[in-house]
């Protein structure tokens, strides 16, 4: 059984969205990161950058004591090591599924961060920040349109974690400033990742908690004011 420590963000919905597909059994334990949730001195045993999703896996494969993740990457590699599922066997398509996993966790998540900080809830509306972010946005999904025009996945024939990590940070599209229309590949991906089941399902996880997200105003506060004086408290 895998504990699964999460809130309704993309990073979380990667979680949900393999862990469904590879129909491995899970309990959802919420951190509402708008609550300050993710400050509590439990979760920060298993998340010490205070940052959702974190998992515990009580079953590891060898068979020893539980084994606690953090960062959405990490999880997304260490369950597919775990099951066996949605990452290759062989050296040059494992390759190609690591890439564009670390692609999304260093460019695609980070880039459309600042877009949504910028132009949804920065208290004043810089003109400069909002269109780089969108600018550099739009950027990354035209490199993945142009991955995209030649195989139906983004590292091959395969579903596979590069696609679980990249799909929730398109979701959010038109918050980005950005027309799917615009990029057909990216389209056509996005349109049959969403229809898929396994996605259905973790998507349907989050409405159970849409009604606990707390006002802007004082989201902005628990998460966008910290210090390093926050991690000495």
Do not use: C
Not at 13 to 25: D, G, Q, S
Not at 156 to 178: L, M, N, T
Request: glycine share 6%; proline share 6%.
């Amino acid at each position: 059984m895998i504990e699964l420590y999460y809130w309704t963000t993309p990073n979380g919905h990667k979680i949900t969205m393999f862990l469904e597909e590879a129909e491995l059994p899970y309990t959802i334990f919420p951190i509402n990161i708008g609550a300050g949730d993710q400050f509590k001195p439990d979760f920060l045993k298993i998340a010490p950058n205070n940052r959702i999703p974190a998992i515990i896996d009580r079953e590891p494969i060898d068979g020893g004591e539980a084994v606690s993740v953090f960062e959405s990457g990490a999880i997304l590699l260490y369950l597919a090591e775990k099951t066996g599922k949605l990452i290759p066997a062989n050296l040059r398509d494992r390759v190609e599924v690591l890439q564009w996993l670390f692609w999304q966790m260093g460019g695609l998540g980070p880039m459309a961060g600042q877009n949504h900080h910028f132009s949804q809830y920065a208290p004043e509306k810089i003109p400069y920040a909002i269109d780089r972010y969108v600018k550099e946005t739009s950027r990354l999904y035209a490199v993945l349109n142009r991955r995209l025009g030649d195989r139906e996945f983004i590292a091959g024939d395969s579903y596979s974690i590069a696609d679980i990590a990249s799909y929730p940070w398109i979701v959010p599209h038109e918050r980005q400033g950005q027309n799917l229309a615009d990029f057909p590949n990216l389209k056509r991906w996005f349109e049959s990742i969403q229809a898929r089941p396994s996605t259905i399902r973790a998507y349907e996880k989050a409405e159970a908690f849409k009604s606990q997200t707390l006002d802007i105003e004082r989201s902005r506060n628990m998460l966008f004011n910290q210090s390093a004086e926050t991690v000495r408290r």
